[in-house]
């Protein structure tokens, strides 16, 4: 049944590329509030190691110094009775550019506080201070915690399937995969078997070319009338679960996902490994007071040396606390080792747009995952900024016509913001008169935007294959973008237990249009294939 609803999409014409009759209500954004960084009912599973009074002291001082009122914020200092986050306290105020710190107030800092994630900082800081002698470099807990092996730029969302090729791999997996794609496009399904099949029997290549080679070696054997081979081919490719053509191949054959999520939530003994350490002490108050951002600095820095117990520990909090960028990061290299890495693989944030969602968690989470790695201050070199990593320009049109209050570029790095507009533009792409739910273009234009539409849908030949349509996209990371994405939404809808209308759509060979499985998301509703 399965080769039967294959070979239907490939030889007798899938759906065409939908792009017309599809429509959406009219939606209205107003004005931003702020949005919580974590839920206060998850805070009350954690330790409460400051007591309340001190509790509220330190939210007030963070909120105080923010305003640059130091001496409002001097006043609750000097109330404190437990001084554990003063060094922290004290580089918040160092650190601002509304207060000329002097070389004393540094030097004194770095004696105290050197373990501190702020201590690089607080040195140059010293260094630029200093009257006219070096300054020695103290060990610095942050030389040991780069905030990944990477800058703190957009980044891809899943080095595992990059095909970019390290230097000692072969080159020829990358050139033969291409080889295949040509010949498929002269119908030498011969020629492309054999070319797709010496790709996924290639060693020492990501994941990614493995998968796809058996699951187009499969589909070239199946044009050829050959269904003995279609199936172990399509088994090769399904031992890729995380990669593009792996989902799609377990899909066909009826292989249910091998994702484990549900994992417990931080236990006794992991609060226990995070208290016995200055750090993981640190981190457990400041998320109590609401101090988020502080609290992921100070566990990026425990990850240098960390057990794989007390990876665990920052795990289950970072999953707790909203840090779905740590959680992502320390997942990486452990995916399927457990359920609690698959839950950090797939980390469900909890910022919302200011309306609440109107466009499926899914999609939006796989593309924050592709495009920031869900780090909120993301840069890219082109300027694009943010969760969803939006170019300046279009965030101002696209606030502009859903009413959304944007005064700069800098307000970009505002998770609630950035996801507001970010969804605003998703839901105005879904509706351009040349997408129409369509989620492959729909993608391809949030990467490259909409100007080559015509020029997409203007290749007939492409028409009725939806996935040699993703393949002949311009550039390779064109096709790794929608790929991912795609991936990654699946994956995401298997974890908040949606269908995956679209996954099934493809798998049969006809475009996946957007069809809303969210409960909560209101506004865009349902696309139909046409």
């Known amino acids: 049944m ?16 939908p792009v017309a009759g599809w429509a959406a209500g009219s939606m209205q954004t107003a004005a931003l509030p702020v949005n919580p960084p974590i839920d206060p009912k998850l805070v009350q599973s954690l330790p409460t190691l400051l007591g309340d009074a001190d509790a509220a002291r330190y939210a007030a001082i963070f909120s105080l110094q923010d305003e640059a009122n130091w001496k409002a914020a001097d006043q609750h200092i000097a109330a404190l009775e437990d001084k554990s ?32 994630p702020e201590a690089r900082a607080i040195w140059a800081l010293a260094k630029k201070r200093a009257p006219g002698k ?22 891809s969302a899943d080095v595992e399937r990059l095909p970019a090729e390290p230097r000692s791999m072969n080159i020829q997996p990358p050139a033969r995969f291409e080889a295949g794609l040509a010949a498929w496009r002269e119908k030498n399904f011969r020629d492309a078997a054999n070319a797709f099949e010496a790709v996924s029997r290639a ?10 080679g058996a699951f187009w070696a499969a589909r ?5 009338r050959e269904p003995q081979k279609v199936d172990p081919l399509l088994e090769m490719a399904a031992q890729q679960p995380r990669t593009f053509y792996g989902l799609l191949a377990r899909r066909m054959l009826g292989v249910e996902p091998d994702m484990r999520f549900g994992a417990t939530p931080l236990n006794a003994g992991e609060t226990a490994q995070l208290e016995g350490l200055p750090g993981g002490r640190r981190a457990l108050a400041l998320v109590q007071v609401g101090e988020t951002d502080r609290a992921e600095a100070e566990l990026r820095a425990l990850t240098a040396r960390s057990t794989a117990g007390l990876a665990d520990a920052i795990v289950a909090l970072a999953d707790l606390a909203n840090m779905p960028a740590l959680c992502l990061a320390l997942s990486t290299g452990r995916r399927g080792a457990d359920d609690r890495h698959d839950d ?6 909890r910022w919302q747009p200011r309306d609440g969602f109107s466009v499926d968690r899914a999609l939006l989470f796989a593309l924050m995952m592709q495009e920031s790695r869900f780090d909120a201050d993301a840069q890219s070199g082109s300027g694009a900024a943010g969760l969803m990593q939006l170019m300046p320009q279009t965030a101002r049109d696209v606030a502009r016509r859903a009413g959304i209050r944007f005064r700069s570029v800098d307000d970009l790095v505002d998770p609630v913001l950035n996801l507001s507009i970010g969804q605003e533009y998703v839901k105005q792409l879904i509706e351009h008169t040349q997408i129409n739910g369509n989620l492959i273009l729909l993608l391809a234009a949030y990467n490259s935007g909409t100007a080559p539409l015509t020029r997409w849908q203007n290749k007939p030949e492409y028409q009725h294959d939806p996935l040699l349509f993703i393949e002949s ?37 006809e475009w996946p249009t957007y069809v809303s499985a969210d409960a909560s998301s209101q506004g865009v509703q349902h696309a139909a294939a046409r």
């Open 203 to 212: 060693t020492d290549v990501p994941s990614w070319y493995v998968a796809a």
């Open 473 to 509: 996209l311009t550039t390779t990371s064109q096709r790794l973008y929608v790929e991912r994405v795609l991936t990654n939404m699946w994956i995401y809808r298997q974890r908040l237990g949606q269908k995956v209308p679209d996954l099934d759509a493809l798998a049969a060979n």
């Open 220 to 224: 070239a054997h199946l044009m050829l």
């Open 344 to 349: 950090a693989a797939y980390p469900v944030p």
């Open 134 to 155: 070096p300054v020695p470099a103290p060990i610095l807990a942050a030389d040991q915690a780069p905030r990944d092996a990477a800058p703190r730029v957009a980044r």
């Open 85 to 116: 986050l003063l060094g922290t306290v004290l580089a918040q105020r160092y650190l601002s550019a509304k207060y000329h710190t002097n070389f004393a107030e540094a030097r004194d800092w770095l004696e105290h506080y050197a373990d501190l």
């Open 2 to 17: 399965i080769l039967c609803v294959f070979a239907a999409g490939l030889v007798c014409g899938a759906a065409a590329m």
